[in-house]
Each structure stands twice: as C-alpha cells, then as structure tokens.
C-alpha cells in the first residue's frame, strides 16, 4: 500500500514537470542567450512549508548548486539546501540530477531539474515531539524562471516540491526561492 502511494506520487510529480516542462519547448526561439558548456553556481533564499502528518509547518533557509547545461535539454545539476529557520522538523536534501534551460522573451530564461540524493531530516514521532534527524532518500523537481544579463543573472523565483522518504512517513515539502546564478566559467555560444 505504502509503495503503491509512493509510486502514484512519483507519477503525479514527473507528470507536472512535464507539463511544466512543455512551456520550455513552447517557447519564443532567441538568441544563443542559454549557457554554455560551463560551469554554473547558484544560491537562493526563500520558505519552505512541510507536511507532517496531518499539519503544514514553514522554515526558512538557503539552497545552492553547480550545473553544467552544455545544450537546452541537457543539463546536470547538483544541489543542497538546508531549511532549518524557524523550522519545527528541519530538512537538509542533498540531490543530483538531470536540467533543462530554454530562453524565452529576449532576457529570460525558464529552466527544470529533476534529481534525487538524500536528506538528513527530522520526523515526527507520537504527539508531535521531533525525533534526532536522520539520513532518508528523497527526490525532487522544480522550475525556475531567471533574467540572464550575461555572468550573473537573477533568479526570479524557483518551486521546488522535494519528498523525502523517513522510516515513519513521507515528508512532502514545497519551497519557493528567490536568488542568483553566477556564470563561473562563462563559455557562450
């Protein structure tokens, strides 16, 4: 029963990052604007709402990552965040995975990930009293919109829904970020 409502939860998120997805494809066709074959770091801040068990609570906290996005649909990206402001059960995921860019309008840029690694979370055990964090597997996707300016570009705003996977329960998440890229080795085309 539980693999089965893990396996549907997949399914429903692959689903919407196509869906999400497909507005890369769809896009205005611009100039040479997407990065090269270089190497990209990122950092963001912004909040996080958790579920555990039958409530929502919110933290605060950073996420940062490297990418290499040698064409439009092919990217690799690894990222960690650590949500633990303000946070009744923090969340620390630590992932790798598979990202797309496309340019759109001029000076934008949209872009997916999808990836998976490990968080080391805190759950929730009776009565809501936190339990020691510990490593549990997780993946998560996301989509993010950006204003490219050349090196450094602004990201307007990032969703990312991570699931992590505790002994005790699914902790879905939703985290929404705003912050900047850094081209480190700027090799356009």
Not at 48 to 69: C, E, P, R, S, W
Not at 164 to 179: D, I, M, N, V
Request: a positive charge; hydrophobic letters at 45%; proline letters at 5%.
């Amino acid at each position: 029963m539980a693999q089965r409502s893990i396996f549907r939860k997949i399914i429903r998120s692959f689903s919407l990052l196509a869906i999400g997805g497909s507005s890369l494809a769809l896009g205005q066709v611009a100039p040479a604007a997407v990065s090269g074959s270089g190497l990209n770091a990122f950092v963001s801040f912004g909040a996080q709402k958790t579920h555990v068990i039958k409530f929502t609570y919110n933290a605060l906290g950073v996420d940062g990552g490297l990418f290499i996005q040698p064409s439009r649909l092919l990217g690799v990206e690894v990222r960690a965040a650590t949500y633990g402001m303000f946070a009744r059960y923090p969340q620390t995921p630590f992932t790798a995975g598979y990202r797309m860019e496309v340019p759109f309008r001029r000076a934008f840029l949209s872009s997916a990930y999808a990836g998976a690694g490990m968080s080391y979370a805190v759950d929730a055990g009776p009565h809501y009293v936190a339990l020691p964090a510990q490593w549990a597997p997780c993946w998560q996707a996301s989509e993010s919109v950006a204003i490219d300016t050349g090196r450094l570009r602004w990201k307007l705003l990032e969703a990312t829904f991570t699931d992590t996977y505790t002994p005790l329960r699914s902790l879905p998440a939703l985290s929404l970020t705003t912050g900047v890229v850094y081209s480190i080795s700027n090799s356009r085309r």
